[in-house]
């Protein structure tokens, strides 16, 4: 009796000892596999992504900024710690192995923020993107701006059992962008094609010349003009194939100074002009760099800023600085659906809807309307800053998206 109640003590004395000397599933596991962080960059959280093959072979992903297998060395490891080198973005990170987290310091251009990477895939939370099945037809589509040698990829989305209903051309912001205007995961143009679909509406939305699945096209030298003839093709190829009732242009941003620069020339049965600029550019970008940075801002007038952009040689924006929408706007006699966010500090909200209101020529359809706390992606935010867009999970306002299906139905009687 007294050796059964010795080896009943001995077990539970060696029990702690024996969980003590066990190794931790990162130990027992190795570190191969994915592991997940969000680096604090001070202007916005960055999530990071690291990749460890069975035999140490490493790379990063930066989803966000949709770089990914960027080149990576692991250049030590212990049983509970790693260092990593990523000379490509002159970027290392070294850590403490604790279980299934990863805790230390990442270091970029001499630049140190702590990163702690737990094991896991990385999954954007993103829960306005379309998910099949569609109640709706689509098709891939191609036409041509003949003149500049570009051939534009698209994507035509046709509601089910309408006959000839109305459609949009869906026409990006400024930089190269896919058909979907994709930015930090988000993809707003899917996102408006899939609810103008479901109520009634085709869509045509096309990859930037040059970008994506679009080819040809000099984008370098390309300016608002030259982008805005892909879009006049769009509006040609829409018109020939005699699907439509109406056809308009839907423009974020720079694509909405194209639907006015088309809108100009007749073109346009109707135009929904999401954050497009009426003012003057050198203007706009003066306000927008105010707003954005404050009393850092590195221009304090318009003299200034475009010396200094004239030292760019940058043929879009040498253009940009100098084109006036006025004229454009002026000229535009169809119905205009203006949208702002109340804080946009990309195209500011209120001196362009007035520009709108005060020089679009009268239309008992026009419409004008500013979105309190909404940003230049039509994002609900706290700030307005770019650096939140990628933070946050909405793509664009339901509110928004309901404004523009229901105007246009209500404009052409759907």
């Not at 024996?18 to 916005?44: D, H, V, Y």
């Not at 993809?187 to 040809?216: E, M, T």
């Not at 309190?372 to 994002?379: A, I, S, V």
Request: charged fraction near 20%; proline fraction near 7%; hydrophobic fraction near 40%.
């Amino acid at each position: 009796m007294r050796k059964k109640n010795r080896l009943v003590i001995l077990c539970h004395l060696l029990l702690p000892i024996l969980l003590l000397l066990m190794p931790s599933p990162s130990q027992a596991q190795g570190i191969s596999g994915t592991w997940k962080g969000e680096l604090n960059t001070r202007m916005f959280k960055l999530p990071i992504v690291m990749h460890i093959t069975a035999d140490e072979q490493c790379t990063l992903d930066s989803p966000q900024q949709k770089a990914n297998d960027i080149p990576a060395e692991l250049l030590y490891r212990s049983d509970d710690s790693i260092s990593i080198s990523c000379p490509t973005i002159n970027a290392s990170y070294t850590a403490r192995i604790q279980r299934d987290t990863l805790s230390g310091t990442f270091t970029q251009h001499g630049q140190k923020m702590p990163l702690i990477m737990i094991a896991g895939a990385y999954e954007a939370r993103r829960p306005q993107t379309p998910q099949p099945p569609f109640p709706y037809a689509t098709e891939e589509v191609q036409f041509v701006n003949d003149e500049a040698g570009a051939t534009l990829a698209g994507t035509l989305c046709l509601p089910a059992n309408v006959e000839r209903p109305p459609v949009v051309l869906m026409v990006t912001g400024s930089g190269q962008q896919n058909r979907d205007e994709e930015l930090f995961l988000h993809r707003p143009f899917a996102v408006l094609a899939d609810y103008l679909a479901r109520h009634g509406i085709a869509s045509l939305r096309y990859d930037d010349r040059n970008y994506a699945a679009s080819k040809g096209g000099d984008n370098a030298n390309a300016t608002t003009l030259d982008l805005a003839e892909d879009a006049h093709a769009g509006i040609k190829w829409l018109r020939h194939s005699g699907r439509f009732s109406k056809v308009g242009l839907l423009g974020h941003s720079e694509g909405g100074a194209i639907g006015f620069i088309l809108g100009n020339k007749g073109l346009l049965d109707f135009i929904v002009s999401l954050a497009g600029p009426a003012l003057k550019g050198d203007t706009l970008l003066l306000l927008q760099q105010k707003a954005a940075l404050g009393p850092l801002a590195g221009f304090a007038n318009i003299e200034s800023l475009r010396a200094n952009i004239l030292l760019s040689a940058n043929p879009w924006l040498l253009f940009y600085i100098d084109y006036d929408p006025k004229s454009d706007i002026a000229g535009t006699k169809c119905p205009v659906f203006a949208l702002n966010g109340s804080k946009d500090i990309q195209v500011i909200s209120a001196p362009n809807l007035d520009a709108l209101r005060n020089t679009l020529p009268p239309n008992k359809h026009h419409q004008f309307k500013e979105y309190p706390e909404l940003n230049h992606l039509f994002q609900h935010c706290t700030t307005g800053h770019p650096k939140e867009y990628g933070t946050i999970e909405e793509t664009i306002s339901e509110e928004v998206l309901s404004d523009i299906a229901e105007w246009i139905r209500e404009c052409f009687g759907r």
